[in-house]
């Protein structure tokens, strides 16, 4: 039988009056506590058994509904809460936890579920890539990325060219609260992990279909942004640059891994156009006050009026849109950013 609850079917084939005996009862409420209760926490609080057992008793406990997984997840943009609570149900597949990824395939619309695209915490951005790099930003083939934009055998001389970017984008959040504030700006999303780049490409894909003439403006590429950003970006292209909640490699050592360094900020500086914006959020005070440093030095470089941060409509969604930023909220926890703009010098 469809199963419309979202609850373990154990919980929801119950006849009701199984319920009348108190300690059913109770038993019946702590199953259906624990069929809303996050997965990992799941098999963490697992009484009786090893990790092992617990996982694999997971396994056979059916998925949330898709409408209740809407009202858990708070990440998600209003488009895409109507696309879920909408959806088709229970129908969407679990996939397994195969070697591509969960072999999950989405079907037209349908939202991909982060769970089938588990990602190691972390990459290491000095690390040799093996994904294709173009040779220069000519070499950027961007009706693959926007396909409204460039339609086939249109030339793209008078084309538009991406604006704004937003590095180091993990799962999306930014680009899709964007990509409707600014519905006639070409932005991409640049990010270092596979699993997390198809998950974002997956997502975009679902929201164009299932929002017909809207999303069209953004997309994402795989690649190492601290190693490629000129290969993607000629000289002064950009009037936006995101840098949200980046990873703070906290020990000395490994600073030279931070996405904003002076070095880097020359590289930025040359992609970003005079009077384009730099975004800069975190959540470790360490590692703002860094940002703020660097681009305080910086020559090409300057800090922006608090009034007019605060008239910039784009700074809410520096934690509001951001998944990253979404959890510090939750967690109650503080936030430093840094805004600055790409100023002009004499010589240039
Ligand atoms: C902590 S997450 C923040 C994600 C997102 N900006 C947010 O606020 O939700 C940092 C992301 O930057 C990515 N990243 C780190 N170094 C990178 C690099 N050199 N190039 C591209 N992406 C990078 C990581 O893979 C990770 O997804």
């Known amino acids: 039988m469809a199963q419309t609850t979202g609850l373990p079917s154990r919980v929801a084939a119950q006849p009701s009056s199984l319920a009348s005996s108190p300690k059913r009862a109770a038993r019946l409420a702590r199953a259906a506590r624990a069929a809303f209760r996050p997965r990992h926490r799941r098999r963490l609080v697992s009484s009786s058994g090893t990790r092992a057992a617990a996982a694999s008793r997971s ?33 969407m597949t679990r996939g397994g936890d195969g070697a591509n990824g969960g072999g999950q395939k989405q079907g037209a619309g349908k939202l991909p579920r982060k769970r089938f695209y588990r990602a190691r915490a972390h990459s290491n951005p000095l690390s040799d890539s093996h994904f294709p790099i173009p040779i220069s930003p000519d070499e950027v083939d961007l009706s693959q990325h926007y396909p409204r934009y460039f339609p086939a055998g249109e030339g793209d001389a008078a084309a538009p060219r991406i604006r704004f970017a937003d590095v180091g984008c993990g799962f999306g959040g930014l680009l899709v609260g964007l990509s409707t504030l600014f519905p006639d700006t070409l932005m991409i999303g640049m990010e270092l992990r596979d699993k997390v780049t198809e998950y974002v490409k997956e997502r975009i894909l679902a929201l164009r279909a299932s929002n017909p003439g809207k999303y069209d403006n953004i997309s994402v590429v795989r690649t ?15 009037s936006k640059m995101f840098f949200l909640f980046p990873d703070p490699h906290f020990k000395e050592k490994n600073h030279r891994r931070r996405v904003i360094s002076m070095q880097l900020l020359d590289e930025y500086a040359y992609v970003m156009e ?58 109650g926890g503080q936030t430093f950013q840094a805004i600055f703009r790409r100023i002009s010098l004499q010589e240039e």
Not at 70 to 86: H, K, R, Y
Not at 224 to 232: D, H, T
Not at 280 to 301: N, Y
Not at 318 to 324: G, I, K, N, R, Y
């Open 224 to 238: 190492n942004s601290m190693k490629y950003i000129p290969n993607y970006f000629r000289k002064a292209q950009l």
């Open 274 to 331: 005079v009077g384009g914006i730099i975004y800069t959020i975190t959540d470790v005070e360490e590692l703002g006050e860094w940002m703020r440093s660097c681009l305080e030095k910086h020559p090409l470089f300057e800090a922006i009026p608090e009034e007019e941060i605060k008239a910039d409509p784009v700074v809410k969604l520096l934690s509001t849109a951001t998944e990253e930023g979404q959890k510090v909220a939750r967690n």
């Open 59 to 91: 396994r056979e406990t059916p998925p949330l509904s898709r409408l209740a997984e809407a009202c858990l997840s708070p990440s998600l943009s209003p488009d895409e809460a109507v696309l879920i609570a909408g959806g088709d149900g229970p129908a």
